[in-house]
């Protein structure tokens, strides 16, 4: 279920190149440490594939939500062809920067900043755009941390005020590599970036495109499609309402009873499901840690 857990920076997607989840040892080099430390939320949160599946699809509404974001995405990577296989190697570029080593994650992040740099162009009115805007960097990391902590918070575990503090002043050095200058350390900052750009933010069909690919349920068909679209409009939910409204996203998106209570039921079984294949457990032996740090 973990269709999106963006961290990738603007107009682009992790390159092709890059490894995938079976060609990533999370347990070597043995000791060394990764950007995020075994006790910090980032550990606990990104463990949980249900806040990384709904958070990831709120942060790509909020960066589709900017035409300049939407048509760099749209015009120069493959998610028109393959949404999912973008989906996937963004999302290991994310696991990589939580539990990966540090020089793999240099290494990682390094790749996605080349591709970076080729990607630029015009958007349908005119406006150009580049990857490396800064203003469009911060932006897309600021939608990642607020996705994925929202969406643990609603879906999975309430969280106190100082957990979700330590979770926005967590470090700062994975959106530094990415070459983001701007990083929230509350909601309220966040907040305050999102406020500068709401006079840029339109509906568009792209964004119901998008939704629709997520709530078809092409990347885990194995599961029942009415899960799926339950998480497509769980991530709607977390939506700030005057982006939602800015979208027109309309009441066929609205998250019924049902569908909350069973998100919730699938985040809360995520996340006591102990996985030994997963980069949370093989981080923590990398580190000569129990496998099941994340979980305590």
Known sequence: MNEHATLSAAGGEAPRQSPTPTEIDFTRPA??????????MHWRIFKNEIALAVGGVAAVLLEFADARIRSGVWDHSVYPVDPIGRSQRTGMAAMVGVYGPKSVARRVIGGVNRMHAKVAGVTPRGEAYSAQDPELLDWVSA???????????????RLSEAEKHAYWNGGDEIPRLYGVTEIPHSEAEFFAMMERLLPRFEPHPINLEFLEIIASGRARPE?????????AR????????????????????????????????????ADRKVDPASPAYRAALR??????????
């Open 223 to 231: 599961i029942p499609r009415f899960i799926h679209r339950a998480l």
């Open 31 to 40: 000791g060394e440490e990764a950007y995020y430390a075994p006790d910090s």
């Open 234 to 269: 769980a991530a709607v939910d977390i939506l700030p309402p005057i982006v939602r409204r800015k979208l027109e996203l309309g009441r066929e998106w609205d998250l019924s009873l049902r569908e909350r209570l069973l998100v919730k039921l699938f985040g809360k079984m």
């Open 287 to 296: 580190l000569r840690l129990p496998g099941n740090t994340a979980w305590r």
């Open 143 to 157: 939608t990642a941390q607020y996705g994925f902590l929202t969406a643990y918070d609603r879906f999975v575990h």
